[in-house]
């Protein structure tokens, strides 16, 4: 399994970007999440969404201003990313696996395919 990033970019605050997590491969009838790392931070849970679409997870920082969602037939997955803050300045990872449950969605060790990551810088 392959997953690939992209979408990333330099913007304003204010400003909106929208990931993409196009996956290869084995296809998995099961979440898909998002995560960033910040320079000198450690990863931090983003987002996640269930296969069907019905069940979406938020950390605090971006509920309401974000929004994954994903198409199934395309295997691809997006982050909607509004109203960006510089603090969501980081490199944004798509991960995948077989094995993530709704309680393990926020942790990354659940995830077993990872993308390559994408740059999201926000500028004050």
């Known amino acids: 399994v392959q997953l690939q990033a992209s979408g990333g970019g330099l913007v304003q605050a204010g400003d909106s970007l929208r990931l993409s997590c196009a996956a290869s491969?084995?296809?998995?009838?099961?979440?898909m999440g998002w995560f960033r790392q910040a320079p000198g931070k450690e990863r931090e849970f983003v987002a996640a969404?269930?296969?069907?679409?019905?069940?979406?997870y938020y950390s605090d920082s971006v509920k309401g201003r974000f929004t994954i969602s994903r198409d199934n037939a395309k295997n691809t997955g997006f982050l909607q990313m509004n109203s960006l803050k510089p603090e969501d300045t980081a490199v944004y990872y798509c991960?995948?696996?077989?094995?993530?449950?709704?309680?393990?969605?926020?942790?990354?060790?659940?995830?077993?395919?990872w993308g390559q990551g994408t740059q999201v810088t926000v500028s004050s």
């Open positions: 491969g084995r296809t998995f009838r099961r979440y």
């Open positions: 969404i269930n296969w069907g679409g019905g069940g979406v």
């Open positions: 991960a995948a696996g077989p094995h993530v449950i709704s309680s393990s969605v926020s942790s990354g060790s659940a995830y077993n395919y």
